[in-house]
């Protein structure tokens, strides 16, 4: 009679052995038992023709694989001589910490045998203020309906992607998220085939095991994405997924929710201030039942802001630095909103000024390489702003500008009339 166990390729026989090397001849099998001997050769997840064959599925994380059985009884497959041992010894595994939403890594999460995974939670900020939509946002967070999908929108540098990881944070919830490009796609989300040690083998994308796990998914920047993304419609109606290349059904388990982030509805840019943004779909987007509208943090709470940031970086209580920084930046945006100017200071660029402080310890080197990045009429506004809020603020040369720029500088600080204000 003619062993299963025969049957197999070199490879799998040796997977085989080291199992039965294992101390597991009994068939079915326990998935963590898959993972344990997985990982001592350095695999990241099982192999593919046990764990991703419906055929051997004996119950809930369970696998047959009655090959173990033939071959701890037969004498024409040794088990564990030395030989052998050292043909199938791999390095040990290298422990990386995963980028979520890489192609690689959702099937090394899987693998995982239950339980709350701390690398998928967010990391509780302790400089965090709470603002806005945050209080709303938990309430739907810890709520977890299903089909309520949120959408955020606002001008960017407001916190929009923050305040969703630190609700998650808050409430201890995995969030895994995902960066949309325009060349996002199915494969990218759901999954697709990969080829692993030589074998071709199916690995789920980050939105399967969001709903495998009952995470949220956090769809960052989803505006930035193409008809491609018409892939999550039925995820987005709560139906979960049908996987056609390996003809599996993955439902939402409970706690899963989808959170997308962008600058705009979802309806194009026609400022141009969102270069590579896309006007979406109508029927995807209708199938968000919650919009909600981020502004920047009101001044009180982006002095805070500032502050909790100041004492992280162990800077000196200075509440005029901070007063002053949130009177600048609110200016600009009350300018911005009136039309007189194209570019704000947002809240992040307000944390990058004070981290610049801590750095070089210079008000004035801060604030002129934090606005470094706006064109040369916008960069001499803001510095001139600056100058008129900050009465102390002694201008020095910018050393991101040439001559004329810091002669412009002068000029400015010295109440010339000539000078441009904002």
Known sequence: MTLKFNNLTNKQQSFVRSLVSAGITHSPISRSELVKVSSSLGMLYPPAWIAQDPSRRAGRGEYHVPEVTECGASPAAPVAAPKAAKAVAAPAPVVTTPVVGSTAVAAALLAATGGERADLVPNRLDEYVPFGNFKDLESIVKASMPKTNVWITGLSGNGKTMMVEQVCAKLKRECIRVQITNLTDEDDLIGGFRLVNGETVWQDGPVVLALQRGAVLLLDEIDYGTSKMSCLQSVLEGNGVYIKQTNRKVNAQKGFLVIATANTKGQGDDTGKFIGTNGMNEAFLERFGVTLEQSYAPNAAERKIIEKKMAVLGIPEDSAFADNLVKWADTTRKTFEAGGSDSLISTRRLVNVVELFAIFEDKAKAIQLAIARFDRETKEAFWNLWTKIDADAVPAA???????????????????????PF
């Open 398 to 420: 910018d050393p991101t500008a040439g001559v004329a720029d810091a002669q412009a500088q002068a000029k400015t600080a010295a109440g010339d009339p000539n000078a441009c």
